[in-house]
C-alpha cells in the first residue's frame, strides 16, 4: 500500500508556520520542514514558509556532502522581497561555513564561505528597512569569526580567491595589502 500525503486546509496555514517555528525553537528542524512542505503544497508562494523551510534546512548542516545547500539556496532564493533574499542567503552561506568549521574542514575551505555571507549582509544592509540591523549584526559576526582564524591560515585563504574579491578582502584590508 502507498500512502498519500494529506493537503492542509489553507485556513490552518498560519497555525502551522507557528508549529514550525516551534519545532526549530524546540531543535527539531526535520520536523519543522516538513510543516513547511505541508504549507507550500497549500501555498507555494508562502513566505514565511519559504523562510522557515531553508532555515529548517541550514539547521541540519554538519559540513558534509549530505548538507542540501541547494535545497535551503532554492527557498531563499524564493523569497519575493529583495532585503529578505540577501539578508537569508548570507544567512546560508554563514551557516554553510560554521558547519564546515565545526567538521574540521581547514580554513581555506569555509572562510570563502563566510566572505559570500559578508557580500549578501552587505547588499541587505543597503535594502534593509529602516531600524533594522540585523544584516549589520550577522556581518560583524562573520568578521569576529574570520579575526578568529590564524595570520597563516587566513593568507592561505586569500590566495584562493582573486586580488580584489578574496576570501577576507572585506573583512579587513591588511596593511601590506595598501603598501
Same mark, same amino acid.
Given at each position: 500500500?502507498?500512502?498519500?500525503?494529506?493537503?492542509?486546509?489553507?485556513?490552518?496555514?498560519?497555525?502551522?508556520?507557528?508549529?514550525?517555528?516551534?519545532?526549530?525553537?524546540?531543535?527539531?528542524?526535520?520536523?519543522?520542514?516538513?510543516?513547511?512542505?505541508?504549507?507550500?503544497?497549500?501555498?507555494?508562494?508562502?513566505?514565511?514558509?519559504?523562510?522557515?523551510?531553508?532555515?529548517?534546512?541550514?539547521?541540519?548542516?554538519?559540513?558534509?556532502?549530505?548538507?542540501?545547500?541547494?535545497?535551503?539556496?532554492?527557498?531563499?532564493?524564493?523569497?519575493?522581497?529583495?532585503?529578505?533574499?540577501?539578508?537569508?542567503?548570507?544567512?546560508?552561506?554563514?551557516?554553510?561555513?560554521?558547519?564546515?568549521?565545526?567538521?574540521?574542514?581547514?580554513?581555506?575551505?569555509?572562510?570563502?564561505? *563566510?566572505?559570500? &555571507?559578508?557580500?549578501?549582509? %552587505?547588499?541587505? #544592509?543597503?535594502?534593509?528597512?529602516? !531600524?533594522?540591523?540585523?544584516?549589520? $549584526?550577522?556581518?560583524?559576526?562573520?568578521?569576529? *569569526?574570520?579575526? &578568529?582564524?590564524?595570520?597563516? %591560515?587566513?593568507? #592561505?585563504?586569500?590566495?584562493?580567491? !582573486?586580488?580584489?574579491?578574496?576570501? $577576507?578582502?572585506?573583512?579587513?584590508?591588511?596593511?601590506?595589502?595598501?603598501?
Amino acid at each position: 500500500m502507498e500512502y498519500q500525503l494529506k493537503t492542509i486546509a489553507k485556513s490552518g496555514i498560519e497555525a502551522a508556520l507557528s508549529k514550525a517555528q516551534l519545532y526549530r525553537y524546540l531543535n527539531e528542524p526535520e520536523e519543522s520542514e516538513s510543516i513547511c512542505q505541508d504549507i507550500l503544497a497549500a501555498d507555494p508562494e508562502n513566505q514565511a514558509a519559504l523562510r522557515l523551510l531553508g532555515l529548517a534546512i541550514t539547521d541540519q548542516f554538519r559540513g558534509s556532502m549530505s548538507d542540501r545547500y541547494p535545497e535551503a539556496e532554492s527557498a531563499f532564493q524564493r523569497l519575493s522581497d529583495p532585503y529578505r533574499r540577501e539578508y537569508y542567503l548570507g544567512i546560508l552561506s554563514e551557516r554553510r561555513a560554521k558547519a564546515q568549521a565545526r567538521a574540521g574542514r581547514p580554513s581555506p575551505v569555509w572562510v570563502p564561505l *563566510l566572505e559570500d &555571507a559578508m557580500k549578501h549582509f %552587505e547588499a541587505a #544592509e543597503k535594502l534593509k528597512p529602516t !531600524d533594522n540591523e540585523e544584516a549589520v $549584526l550577522r556581518w560583524n559576526r562573520c568578521v569576529r *569569526l574570520l579575526r &578568529a582564524v590564524p595570520a597563516t %591560515e587566513r593568507e #592561505e585563504a586569500v590566495g584562493l580567491g !582573486d586580488e580584489d574579491t578574496g576570501p $577576507l578582502q572585506l573583512a579587513r584590508r591588511s596593511p601590506k595589502a595598501g603598501r
